[in-house]
């Protein structure tokens, strides 16, 4: 199985920063990879496919890239609505398999 | 406007088979591409994949799972069926299920169903 390890688990942070969680693959996915954003009691919800690919009706502030092995969700300005736990995902090969989640809490 | 919503048991007894259904609205099982999958949560923890099946009936599974779960399709009813044999309290999870198009994520999810596995 694919191992991804995601980091931080939790982040502190204010209205207006910039935030970088990062997920790295225990072997190489192309960039098979999504990015999730979930709210408490709530489904997950699409932010970012194929690594660096925007999913409709998300809104510009989020991003995605890839170094290798390495990939960065980031929150160019960060927002009231944004506060959540977040994960990735590889779906390059099977069992598909996620990350153990970032949760971005207010300072 | 595709929609999914889980349906099926809250509370099963240890050793008893779970069976979920998820029925979809807005596509088609048929078309090419296309693909719903099962995941679940347990309470506090991170997701969890379990099974994926697609358009051409290519079927994947969890390893973890394995000899447990098995998904189906039926087209004509727009719905996909989980069935996971010997359920244990560490199954208690929510479940969802979920639309996705190949090379791109799980773009739809239904709300999900928490099921608690106690006797």
């Known amino acids: 199985d694919i191992q991804m390890t995601q980091s931080p688990s939790t982040l502190s942070a204010s209205v207006g920063d910039r935030v970088t969680i990062t997920c790295r693959a225990s072997?190489?996915?192309?960039?098979?990879l999504a990015w999730y954003q979930q709210k408490p009691g709530k489904a997950p919800n699409l932010l970012i496919y194929q690594a660096s690919s925007l999913e409709s009706g998300v809104p510009p502030r989020f991003s995605g890239s890839e170094s290798g092995t390495e990939f960065t969700l980031t929150i160019s300005s960060l927002q009231p609505d944004d506060f959540a736990t977040y994960y990735c995902q590889q779906y390059s090969s099977y069992p598909w398999t996620f990350g153990q989640g970032t949760k971005v809490e207010l300072k | 406007q595709i929609t999914l919503q889980e349906s099926g048991p809250t509370l099963v007894k240890p050793t008893q088979t779970l069976t979920l259904t998820c029925t979809f609205t807005?596509?088609?099982?048929?078309?090419?591409?296309?693909?719903v999958g099962w995941i679940r949560q347990s309470p506090g923890k991170a997701l969890e994949w379990l099974a994926v099946?697609?358009?051409?009936?290519?079927?994947h599974y969890s390893p973890s799972l394995f000899r447990r779960v098995t998904i189906t399709k039926d087209t004509s009813k727009n719905q996909v069926v989980l069935t996971i044999t010997n359920m244990d309290p560490v199954d208690t999870a929510t479940y969802y299920c979920?639309?996705?198009?190949?090379?791109?994520?799980?773009?739809?999810w239904g709300q999900g169903v928490l099921v608690t596995v106690s006797s």
């Open positions: 099946i697609h358009w051409n009936e290519d079927t």
């Open positions: 072997q190489s996915i192309s960039s098979w």
């Open positions: 979920a639309h996705r198009i190949v090379a791109a994520g799980m773009g739809y």
């Open positions: 807005g596509f088609s099982l048929s078309s090419s591409g296309v693909g």
